[in-house]
């Protein structure tokens, strides 16, 4: 019996047959992610006078079930940059490991010159095109909020495609259809944003956290939420939990199970 290294955790070839490698031949054709599997929805944030309050709760649904609760979405960079993103969870640790590798040769860098969200942004956007452009993009939908150079409020977002745009609030997944226009009350353009105060923002994305909890399948009670500041820098909170939730809404929904119009 062969007992060294290579053939621990395999069967015996004298019980079960001669190991056959050609299952692992690269000759085959070459194959894409065609579709998401594992997937996490909402990314939702907003500017205010002072920062950027970003959120997004911590399930990845494997199609439509609820298969992992603790999936952390927010990812921080540097003292001035989170980065929040939705869509393919396999993707997703494929930017983060580039954004270790990115911020290891920053902190060992000796210009002397940090990456702030505006320039973290464009180096976000660019991975994005490439992949794009190779056919064979990743599935994501990426906010980066922060400070920008001048340490001002900065939230922009980057599609699978490469495409980016810049809104004082932004939300992906169904956070765009049912989030976005409950912060456009709030902040209706840049203009806004300076009469907004830190205890707005954070009070409309929990506002907003919760509406996506009642309406999107794909949802979760436990999500994380961070403020980026320029006097407080990066404070990030995971496993927070919706409070204050009422189900009486339900009541006046007809036309479902036992109830009658």
């Not at 990845?60 to 393919?88: H, Q």
């Not at 205890?199 to 996506?212: P, S």
Request: neutral net charge; aromatic residues 8%.
């Amino acid at each position: 019996m062969n007992h060294l290294p290579p053939a621990w955790g395999r069967p015996r070839d004298d019980v079960y047959g001669a190991n056959d490698p050609s299952y692992l031949s690269s000759n085959g054709p070459k194959t894409l992610t065609q579709s998401p599997v594992v997937t996490g929805t909402s990314v939702i944030a907003v500017k205010f006078k002072n920062g950027v309050v970003i959120a997004a709760d911590n399930l990845a649904s494997y199609g439509s079930l609820a298969r992992f609760t603790d999936v952390k979405r927010l990812r921080p960079f540097n003292a001035a940059t989170v980065i929040g993103i939705g869509g393919d969870v396999s993707d997703m640790q494929y930017i983060d490991r580039l954004l270790n590798s990115l911020d290891v040769t920053e902190n060992y860098g000796s210009s002397g010159h940090n990456l702030n969200a505006k320039n973290l942004h464009t180096y976000l956007s660019k991975i994005m095109y490439k992949r794009r452009s190779d056919v064979n993009p990743l599935w994501n939908l990426i906010l980066v909020a922060g400070l920008d150079g001048d340490d001002r409020p900065f939230l922009s977002s980057v599609d699978l495609l490469g495409t980016t745009f810049s809104s004082p609030t932004l939300a992906t997944g169904f956070g765009a259809h049912l989030a976005q226009p409950l912060l456009r009350k709030l902040v209706k353009d840049e203009a806004a944003v300076e009469s907004i105060t830190q205890e707005r923002a954070v009070a409309a994305v929990k506002e907003c956290m919760k509406v996506l909890f009642y309406r999107d399948a794909r949802s979760l009670d436990k999500y994380s939420i961070a403020v980026i500041t320029k006097d407080g820098g990066v404070d990030l909170k995971q496993d927070e939990q919706l409070e204050g939730q009422s189900w009486a809404f339900a009541e006046t929904i007809k036309g479902y199970g036992t109830q009658v119009v």
